[in-house]
């Protein structure tokens, strides 16, 4: 073979690796997509159950073909505090198992049928067919889901056609069968050389493929193909590995476990190869073919699965002894970009956090209220971590979406996403005012303030609208409920109304002699706290009811909403007016 030979062979090996694994990518990316948000809460539900979690590990990866990125995401969710590590043992496993399945979906380019039928499940007959008909719909289709079917369409023709590509360049090592001879006396040569490319390329997909085409193309025997296929296995780990950077401890426990499943599993049947190699040589020297290989990939996962089961509560003993948790260890990482990668799944983990930071902000509001009654200090010092907690909150995960909006998301997703991203900012001031409010009561507790009678009645009936008004904003926001947002409005220009008749009442009391000024500083300012909260649930509600819009302007539609011709709005209006009405 000249050196020009040898440079096409590598030339159309390497160019059908890189169409292999961008078409997994294209291939992958799409399915993810697809998966949606619920994905998450499918994995906290059945991750209690390892057979379930088996089940939804192999699914999960038969769907988005790659084991290493259901790791990855198994990675995030444990680093983001989604899963416990402990759940994610059955998922793990059930991974390892599901990423067979693209072996065996690869033995179709064994097909040499000539009828009609069999002409078409050729790879090269259906490939093309199915990158036409992809590209046909990511460019005519708008329906968001269509789209991402074409990309699943085109990334996988790509990937057929990387295996294709591939598997011709394999033609032509028979003239370099020392080197399949190498690996055959030599197995822990093809064990060590597999494990170190799949790191590399971090494919173990992509490694058994190019051990398919050669046994496709050439031929080999099972003392060259169980190492080979061995060595994936644990190579593959390296991605995880990556992954891992910069998460917290239990994140690096999920790593930990792949890890040992894997190369202890590998070296066990590394052992074995050798013994029986060591008893009956020639029990291996069976020629294998690209069926042999998708065999062997299951037969491994399989067996290894089965065997690690009985072993999994010192496997996980193991891993926590191998990465050790420091005793002042605290979880404040919130959101994982691991997870940017699924963005239906990160944007279902900004709502979680949201909605967390929601009913912390409510309840911060109400328990402020409640202390203008009879102030206690232990509420008051919960309502100063809460706040500290929700700007923790307003910090990390308006970084987070500002980060995952610059990602490629459909409209309705960058909508919500925008929609967020108002939102945090809102409930972080309203927070800010209930400390504030926490302030005044503790001064009116301090200096024993005593309001006249007629000022406690206007404070009881604006804190009530106020009560009223946050509980609604915060229940609208977290059920997406556009109809319930419609009522905060009328109840919020009831409020503003209210304030400036308390405000002007305060004035007369303090002219008639009825109020002194330090009350009265005390009075102004908690009207001014409840009226900037009542705000801040206006802005909310306003970005709810947008859910639908194409475009989020929070002022143009309030100023189409908020008017007495708009039958809705003045009904409720006239509803709340009743209601607290002094």
């Known amino acids: 073979m000249t050196p020009n030979d040898i440079l096409s062979m590598l030339a159309l090996l390497l160019g059908g690796l890189t169409f292999f694994l961008f078409g997994m990518s294209v291939m992958s990316g799409g399915l993810e997509e697809m998966a949606g948000g619920g994905l998450e809460r499918t994995l906290k539900r059945v991750g209690k159950n390892d057979l379930l979690g088996f089940s939804l590990g192999a699914g999960i990866t038969v769907a988005i073909q790659s084991s290493s990125a259901m790791t990855v995401m198994l990675i995030g969710l444990v680093n983001s505090g989604i899963l416990a590590f402990s759940d994610t043992f059955g998922m793990v496993m059930g991974s390892n198992v599901g990423t067979t399945l693209t072996a065996w979906i690869l033995t179709l380019n064994a097909n040499t049928g000539s009828n009609f039928f069999m002409l078409l499940l050729r790879p090269m007959t259906f490939a093309p067919i199915l990158a036409f008909v992809g590209i046909a719909m990511r460019m005519l289709s708008k329906n968001n889901k269509k789209r991402k079917l074409g990309d699943i369409f085109i990334g996988f023709a790509i990937l057929m056609v990387g295996m294709n590509m591939m598997s011709d360049s394999m033609a032509d090592v028979k003239q370099y069968s020392n080197i399949l001879t190498l690996f055959s006396k030599s ?69 930990a ?43 491994f996962n399989i067996v290894n699965t089965v065997a690690f089961v009985p072993l999994k509560k010192p496997l996980i003993r193991l891993c926590e ?69 929700i700007d923790k909150y307003e910090d990390r995960l308006g970084t987070y979406l500002v980060k995952l909006s610059g990602k490629s ?70 059920g997406d409920d556009i109809k319930g947002a419609s009522y905060v409005e009328p109840l919020e220009q009831v409020i503003d109304n209210l304030i400036d008749h308390l405000k002007i009442n305060h004035i007369d009391r303090l002219q008639n002699g009825e109020c002194t000024m330090q009350l009265g500083f ?61």
């Open 187 to 255: 197995p822990i040569i093809a064990f060590l050389i597999s494990t170190v490319f799949t790191g590399v390329i971090q494919s173990s997909a992509a490694t058994v493929a190019i051990v398919q085409a050669i046994a496709l193309s050439v031929g080999m025997d099972l003392r060259a193909a169980i190492p080979l296929v061995i060595g994936a296995n644990i190579g593959t780990c390296m991605t995880s590995l990556i992954s891992s950077i910069g998460t917290n401890k239990n994140a690096k426990r999920v790593v």
């Open 257 to 299: 476990l792949h890890i040992y499943t894997n190369t202890i599993g590998g070296i066990i049947y590394m052992i074995i190869l050798y013994i029986v190699l060591a008893i009956n040589p020639s029990l291996l020297s069976t020629p294998t073919t690209i069926f042999g290989v998708a065999g062997i990939h299951s037969l």
């Open 321 to 389: 002894k191998t990465v050790m948790k420091s005793k002042d260890e605290a979880h404040t990482v919130f959101l994982d970009e691991r997870l940017f990668h699924n963005s239906p799944l990160a944007i279902s983990e900004c709502k979680r956090l949201a909605t967390e930071m929601a009913n912390i902000t409510k309840k911060s509001v109400l328990d402020s209220l409640k202390l203008l009654s009879g102030y206690d200090l232990s509420i008051a010092e919960n309502i100063l971590k809460n706040e500290e907690i």
């Open 409 to 478: 998301l459909i409209e309705t997703d960058s909508h919500y996403v925008a929609r967020m991203l108002h939102g945090i900012g809102d409930f972080e001031r309203i927070a800010d005012h209930a400390l504030n409010i926490c302030s005044l009561a503790r001064e009116i507790n301090d200096k024993d303030i005593v309001f006249s009678v007629e000022a406690k009645r206007e404070i009881d009936n604006v804190t009530a609208a106020i009560s009223e008004i946050i509980g609604l904003t915060v229940d609208s926001f977290i």
């Open 522 to 582: 005390v009075f102004s300012d908690l009207l001014t706290n409840c009226e900037r909260i009542s705000d801040h649930c206006s802005n909310l509600a306003v970005y709810t009811m947008q859910l639908k819009s194409e475009k989020m302007n929070a002022h143009s539609y309030l100023n189409s909403y908020k008017t007495m011709d708009n039958p809705e709005f003045s009904k409720q209006y006239g509803i709340y007016f009743d209601k607290y009405s002094l």
